[in-house]
C-alpha cells in the first residue's frame, strides 16, 4: 500500500509541476520521474520451408520463403504499476498470398493497483501445461498460417482484471472483438481440400464477429500442485469447416458457434517428473463433449556424464466426439524426446511422434534451435506423415513433409 | 536450528550439577577422543553458517544488475545479462526472480524460485514467445547455468539448511583471517560432494569456495570480490570469479546497481507475476 500511495503522490506531483520528494529508495531512483523504463526489441527473420514431395495441388509450390518481423516496444511509469505495450506482427510468404499478413499482437495499457491489475487493449494470453495440444488455452484466435503447430496466436482485443487474492490469481476477460482463424490459400501447403474461404464467415452468433465473449480462470499454486479453473463462454475459437453450398462445394467455409467452456489444468511436479492433465467440457448447439489430454514429462538431469538434460514425454489425447473431431485428437499417443545441451549456444532439440490408435496415422515432428553469436538463432523444423487415413485430418497433410530453417536476428 | 546446536548437553538427565560438563571436558582431554573433537568442529561449523546467516538476516528484498562473461573454449568472452529480485520470506528460504536482458533472444525470459529450508525448490519459468509460465523442475541442481561455469545451485538461495558443516581450521586470504568450514550438501541431486569456504572473521563474508565434484576431485573454485556495505548492514560483492580447474575456463559474475527495501511484495512473486515482468 505504501507503494501505491507513492506513485500517487509521484503521479500527482507530477500533474502540479512539483518534484516528488521521495525519502526512500526506489528502484526507479535515478531514472528520472516519469518514465521509470521503457525499451525496443523484436526479431527479423527470413525462413524456408522445403516440400519434397509433389504438391496435390498443381497451384501449390515446392518451396516458400518468407520474411517475418515482429517489433515490440513497451514503457513504464507510475513507479513501474502503469505500462504500455505496442507489438506489431508482419510476414511476407512467397508462395501463399494468406500467409503474407499482418497483426498486432500487443497494443495495451496496464495499471496495478495493490492487489489489483486491470488491461485495456490487444494482447496475447497463455493457460495449459501439456506439451502436444492446448487444449484449454482460449482466448487468443491459433495463427494457422503461421505454424500448423497452434502455438501462433492472433493479438485478441480484451479488458481484463486480475485479483491476486491470498487464495489464488483471479483473472476476468471481456472480449468485445472476435478474431478468425487463419488458414493457407490456394497456393500454400498445408491446407485442406478444398481451401477455406476466409472471406466469409458464418457464426452462430447474430452480433456475428461483435459477439462479447467472457472468460474467468482461477489459478493457484498448492504445494507441488499447480491448478487452473477456467469458464469460457462465447465465439468458439475452432470452426467446424463446412462445404459452401452456395458455391456447389468448392470451398469450405467456417462456421463459428457458440460455446460454455468449463476447463481444468493441472500439474504435479515430482522431483524430475512432471504429471499433467488438461480437461475440457464444451457445449454448444450442436454437440457437447468431454476432451482431455494427459501424461508426463520426465527429465534425466546430465545424462551420461554430459551437461545435456534428456526428457520423454508421453501424453494421451481423448475427444468424445471420435472420429468428428475437429482436431483429430480423439484417440492419439504422443510420445517425444526433449534435449536441452545447456550449452553457451542453448542448443536443444524436441522429437516426437503423435500416433493415432484408431486409423494408425503418424504425425511425425523435430524441431531444433540454437543461437549462432550473440543475437541470431537458427531453427529447423521437420515434419511428416505416415500412414494418413482418408478419414484423418492429416489426409490434407499427406504430401506436405517439409522441412522448415528459419534465421532470426533478435534485437 | 537452536535445537541442532544444544543437542549434545539435551540428554543431560536432570538432577545432575553444573559441574559435569566441565567434569567431563577434564575427562575427556585426559583421554583424547577424535570422535568428540570432531564434534566440537561440527557445531563450530554450523555456529558460523548460522552467524553468517543472523548478519545477513533482515534486509527484507533487494535488486541488481547481473552481467556474466563467459570464457568460451575458443577464448571468446560471451556476456550474458540477467537482472534479480529477492524477497526475504521469513522462517523459509527466500523466493527470487531472474529475468534475462541478454543474449536477445532470452529477453523476457523469466526464473521463479522459491527456496525451501528443506524439501524440493519450487520454480517456474516464463518463455515470452508462447507467454507461457511453466512449473519446472528444481531437481536439476548441478547443471551450468547459461552455459556458464556457474552451476544453478551455485546460484540459489544459501539456506543454512542446505548443508551440513564442519569448522577445519582458520586461514588467511589476502591476510584478512578466515574460518575455513566444510559443507556437504544435504540434497542428493547436488553435483558435488562437498565443499570448502572461506568465512572471513570479522564480517562473516564468503570469500572463497572450492568445490569438489562427485568423484570428490577438486573442480572448481569460486572468489567473490569488491565487497560493499549498504544499509550499514548487508554486505554485497561486485564481482565473483568461478574457476573451472578441470577445464581452464572462467566465468565472472559482476554485480551492479544493488537496491534494497524497494517495496516489494508478495503479490510480486508468483507465478503470473512472472508474465509481466519485462
Not at chain 1, 531514472?31 to 525462413?47: K, L, N, P
Not at chain 1, 481423448?318 to 482436431?327: F, P, Q
Not at chain 2, 528443506?118 to 520454480?123: I, P, R, V
Not at chain 2, 577438486?218 to 554486505?235: A, E, F, H, N, T
Amino acid at each position: 500500500m505504501a507503494r501505491s500511495a507513492l506513485a500517487l503522490a509521484i503521479s500527482l506531483s507530477l500533474l502540479t509541476g512539483a518534484r516528488p520528494a521521495v525519502g526512500v529508495t526506489m528502484p526507479e531512483a535515478g531514472f528520472g520521474a516519469v518514465i521509470d523504463r521503457g525499451e525496443w526489441s523484436g526479431y527479423i527473420s527470413i525462413d524456408a520451408r522445403l516440400f519434397p514431395k509433389s504438391p496435390e495441388f498443381p497451384s501449390q509450390k515446392d518451396q516458400d520463403f518468407s520474411l517475418a518481423l515482429k517489433p515490440e516496444y513497451f514503457v513504464d511509469w507510475d513507479s513501474g504499476d502503469q505500462r504500455f505495450a505496442v507489438s506489431p506482427f508482419f510476414r511476407y510468404d512467397t508462395a501463399d498470398n494468406q500467409r503474407t499478413h499482418a497483426d498486432i499482437r500487443e497494443l495495451y495499457w496496464q495499471i496495478e493497483r495493490g492487489r489489483w491489475i486491470g488491461k485495456a487493449g490487444i494482447d496475447v494470453v497463455f493457460w495449459g501445461v501439456t506439451e502436444s495440444q492446448h487444449l484449454v488455452d482460449i482466448i487468443n484466435q491459433t495463427d494457422l498460417v503461421e505454424n500448423i503447430d497452434g502455438e501462433e496466436k492472433l493479438g485478441q482485443p480484451m479488458l481484463n482484471v486480475d485479483y491476486l487474492s491470498d487464495h489464488g490469481t483471479w483473472q476476468l476477460y471481456m472480449l468485445p472483438y472476435f478474431r478468425e482463424r487463419t488458414f493457407p490459400g490456394k497456393h500454400g501447403r498445408l491446407r485442406t481440400d478444398p481451401e477455406v474461404d476466409t472471406r466469409n464467415p458464418q457464426y452462430e452468433s447474430g452480433s456475428k464477429e461483435q459477439h462479447i465473449d467472457l472468460a474467468l480462470r482461477w489459478s493457484q499454486h498448492l504445494g507441488d500442485w499447480d491448478i487452473g479453473l477456467a469458464h469460457f463462454s462465447g465465439t468458439s475459437r475452432e470452426p467446424y469447416l463446412n462445404p459452401d453450398a452456395s458455391q456447389g462445394g468448392l470451398d469450405l467455409l467456417p462456421l463459428y458457434v457458440q460455446i460454455d467452456q468449463t476447463s481444468l489444468d493441472a500439474q504435479a511436479t515430482k522431483g524430475a517428473w512432471l504429471w499433467k492433465l488438461e480437461a475440457i467440457y464444451n457445449h454448444n448447439t450442436l454437440e457437447d463433449y468431454v476432451a482431455y489430454v494427459g501424461g508426463f514429462e520426465r527429465t534425466s538431469f546430465g545424462v551420461a556424464g554430459s551437461n545435456a538434460d534428456l526428457g520423454v514425454l508421453l501424453e494421451y489425447h481423448y475427444d468424445e466426439r471420435g472420429d468428428e473431431a475437429t482436431n483429430g485428437l480423439q484417440s492419439d499417443v504422443y510420445l517425444g524426446l526433449r534435449l536441452t545441451a545447456n550449452d553457451l549456444p542453448g542448443t536443444m532439440a524436441l522429437a516426437g511422434v503423435l500416433y493415432d490408435t484408431d486409423t494408425q496415422a503418424v504425425f511425425g515432428n523435430i524441431e531444433a534451435s540454437r543461437r549462432l553469436g550473440e543475437n541470431w538463432t537458427l531453427a529447423l523444423e521437420l515434419r511428416f506423415t505416415t500412414n494418413t487415413d482418408e478419414k484423418d485430418n492429416l489426409y490434407f497433410f499427406r504430401s506436405d513433409d517439409y522441412l522448415g530453417v528459419e534465421l532470426t536476428r533478435h534485437f | 536450528m537452536k535445537r541442532k546446536l544444544s543437542g549434545n548437553t539435551a540428554h543431560r538427565p536432570a538432577g545432575v550439577n553444573n559441574y559435569l560438563p566441565v567434569l567431563a571436558a577434564l575427562v575427556l582431554s585426559l583421554f583424547y577422543h577424535p570422535a568428540v573433537l570432531a564434534d566440537a568442529d561440527v557445531e563450530k561449523g554450523m555456529a558460523i553458517a548460522i552467524e553468517a546467516d543472523r548478519r545477513d538476516s533482515g534486509f527484507g528484498d533487494s535488486t541488481v544488475d547481473l552481467t556474466m562473461l563467459i570464457a568460451s573454449a575458443s577464448g571468446d568472452i560471451v556476456t550474458r545479462e540477467m537482472r534479480q529480485m529477492v524477497l526475504e520470506v521469513a522462517n523459509d528460504g527466500d523466493k527470487s526472480i531472474m529475468v534475462f536482458d541478454r543474449p536477445r533472444d532470452l529477453k523476457g525470459t523469466a526464473i521463479l524460485t522459491f527456496t525451501h529450508k528443506s524439501g524440493d525448490d519450487e520454480q517456474w519459468l516464463y518463455l515470452p514467445a508462447l507467454k507461457r509460465v511453466k512449473r519446472i523442475s528444481s531437481a536439476d541442481k548441478s547443471g551450468p547455468f547459461m552455459g556458464s561455469e556457474f552451476a544453478y545451485e551455485d546460484l540459489s538461495s544459501q539456506e543454512v539448511e542446505k548443508y551440513r558443516y564442519r569448522y577445519l581450521r582458520d586461514d588467511a586470504i589476502d591476510g584478512t583471517p578466515c574460518f575455513v568450514v566444510e559443507r556437504v550438501p544435504v540434497d542428493k541431486n547436488s553435483g558435488y560432494t562437498r565443499q570448502l569456504t572461506w568465512v572471513d572473521q570479522d564480517e562473516y563474508r564468503l570469500q572463497r569456495v572450492d568445490y569438489y565434484d562427485r568423484k570428490d576431485s577438486l573442480l572448481k573454485s569460486m572468489r567473490p570480490v569488491g565487497y560493499q556495505q549498504y544499509l550499514d548492514r548487508y554486505w554485497r560483492p561486485s564481482e565473483m570469479v568461478m574457476s573451472n580447474h578441470q577445464t581452464g575456463k572462467s566465468t565472472t559474475l559482476k554485480f551492479g546497481n544493488y537496491q534494497f527495501r524497494t517495496g516489494a511484495r508478495d503479490a510480486d512473486f508468483t507465478p503470473s507475476a512472472i508474465a509481466r515482468i519485462r
